[in-house]
Every structure is written in structure tokens, then in C-alpha cells.
């Protein structure tokens, strides 16, 4: 099978499932050697990336004949991870409902305000409801771009509450202010540079 171009939205683990593939087949195949020193995070590519996806390999088991025999199909589910607060402190112990691709979740923070549950890797999204269902939270996987593009490190600065306009790859007077105030307040030189100690917080606060 010949190289396949990423939609917004892809992943390696959405791709490895949409075409019957454990992730790692497609991340430490040869052909994708290049694509994985550059993205390094098979949860995050970018629309455009190429990725090879290999042909199936079928399987032969040998069993005895007039007995019958279970056959376990293994699977790879993704976990989702976050972590809520409500004006600096953890939202411990809320409920939640959780809407991923139709589907409802429910469960409850734990004490630090995270959430943690395993979904199918092709999962798009969905939403968070918290406060019984008066407060919702969209969700969108797999959108969030590698911090390596200007666009990554916008989107996190956004997600973290420090506005920087647009999610594009334009670094404007906003996304510098921006970024210098998150410097400030995380005990970093307020430069407005993207450095390497200032790119290492931000991962840190948003993988």
C-alpha cells in the first residue's frame, strides 16, 4: 500500500485503526522514519504529513478439526487524560458526562480534578459536561498540532488561557504578547521567545 496524506483531525492511532494496524506498525516502519524524528508524538501530525501504511498481513493458525476454539481479537484503545480547575484549584470529585462519537461516559474527577478513559483510537471528539449538564466543555482529538509548528505552540497558549488570536501559522504582536505574559507568570524571561526552556514549560503544562 502506497503513502496516504493526513486529514486535520488524523493521528497515527486513528490511521493505524481505520486501516486494521496496530499504532507502532505505522510508527517504527522504516518507511515512516522521517515522519516520526520530525513529529516525535504519534498522537500529534500534521494535516499534509504522509504517512505509509503497509499492506495486511494475513495469519495462519493451525487447529484440530471437530473442536471448537475462541479466537480473541486484540485491540489498541487510546486513553483520554485531562485535568479540570475552576479558578486554580483542582475540581475534585464532580461528576461528569462525558459525549465521545455518540456515546455517552460518565464517571467522576478524582481528587486532583482529572479524568481518565480509554476510547477507540479513531475517536474525533465530542463534549464535557460538568455542573449537571449546565456547563459544557466541546472536545475535539486529535486537532492539536505538534508544538515543533507555530500553530502548537498557539493552540496551547489558547487552551491555557492566554489568547493569541487565531490557530494559524502567523506569529503576530498578539501571539508575542501572549507568550511573554505566560513567561511571566510560569517564572520564565519575559522575552516573547519561543526558547527552548519556555517550549519545555509549555509541553509540560500541555503535552
Not at 7 to 23: E, P, R, T, V
Not at 27 to 43: F, Q, S, T, Y
Not at 135 to 156: A, C, H, M, T, Y
Request: charged content about 30%.
Amino acid at each position: 500500500m502506497a503513502k496516504i496524506t493526513a486529514s486535520q483531525g488524523d493521528s497515527i492511532l486513528s490511521l493505524a485503526h481505520d486501516n486494521g494496524h496496530f499504532w507502532q506498525k505505522l510508527w517504527d516502519h522504516g518507511e515512516n522514519a522521517a515522519l516520526k524524528a520530525k513529529r516525535k508524538n504519534p498522537h500529534q501530525i500534521m494535516e499534509g504529513d504522509e504517512v505509509f501504511i503497509p499492506d495486511l498481513e494475513l495469519r495462519t493458525e493451525s487447529r484440530g478439526t471437530d473442536a471448537r476454539h475462541v479466537f480473541k481479537r486484540k485491540g489498541v484503545p487510546a486513553k483520554m487524560k485531562m485535568q479540570l480547575f475552576l479558578l486554580g484549584e483542582p475540581r475534585a470529585g464532580e461528576d461528569y458526562v462525558l459525549e465521545l462519537d455518540g456515546k455517552l461516559i460518565t464517571g467522576k474527577l478524582d481528587g486532583d480534578g482529572k479524568l481518565e478513559e480509554f476510547i477507540p483510537p479513531n475517536c474525533k471528539g465530542g463534549s464535557l459536561k460538568l455542573n449537571a449538564g449546565k456547563e459544557i466543555i466541546p472536545i475535539k482529538l486529535g486537532f492539536l498540532n505538534p508544538i515543533d509548528e507555530i500553530s502548537g505552540v498557539k493552540q496551547r497558549l489558547n487552551n491555557l488561557g492566554f489568547s493569541c488570536g487565531s490557530e494559524d501559522n502567523d506569529w503576530s504582536d498578539e501571539s508575542k504578547a501572549a507568550l511573554k505574559d505566560f513567561q511571566a507568570k510560569n517564572g520564565l524571561p519575559d522575552s516573547g521567545e519561543l526558547d527552548g526552556g519556555t517550549k519545555s514549560k509549555l509541553q509540560a503544562l500541555h503535552p
